[in-house]
């Protein structure tokens, strides 16, 4: 009885693994509560372009840039992305959701998804939101 029970589980087990590597690919929604998400910058590109999560969940944004230049992550709605689109602020205050990087630098910023929805994350200095840094935190 004991062989069949465990035979079951590896069996279950295996049936789950497989059902993950073999869905759409999307990674279960993170939270709620505080999670951690960390976020490379190499050769002007976010290494994670999607990021999601349940209402109520705080995302702490660790983000390593390991280029020689200088970065910055937004995050937030269509109204926080409209006061940056320009790209003139050369470094952040402290503030939710924002965080400036120097060339090899590291450092974090924490924002709370309350509302269900899709929220942007970016790099508004000249020219890197046209080669592509960007990607969206999507909220359920």
Known sequence: ??????????????LVVDARATGDGADPPLGPGLVAVDVGIHHS???????RVRRGTVVR???T???PIAHELVVGGDDVHDRHV??????HPPVPGEV???AGDTG???LA???PGSYRFACHLPGHLAYGMHGEVAVS
Request: glycine content about 4%; cysteine-free.
């Open 108 to 110: 974090v910023t924490t």
């Open 113 to 115: 998804f309350d509302q």
């Open 61 to 63: 944004f660790v983000v």
């Open 45 to 51: 590109r976010f290494s994670v372009e999607r990021v």
């Open 100 to 102: 400036s990087l120097a």
């Open 65 to 67: 840039n390991d280029d």
């Open 86 to 91: 320009s790209g003139s602020e050369a470094v």
């Open 1 to 14: 009885m004991v062989a069949v029970a465990v035979a079951l589980a590896v069996t279950t087990a295996g």
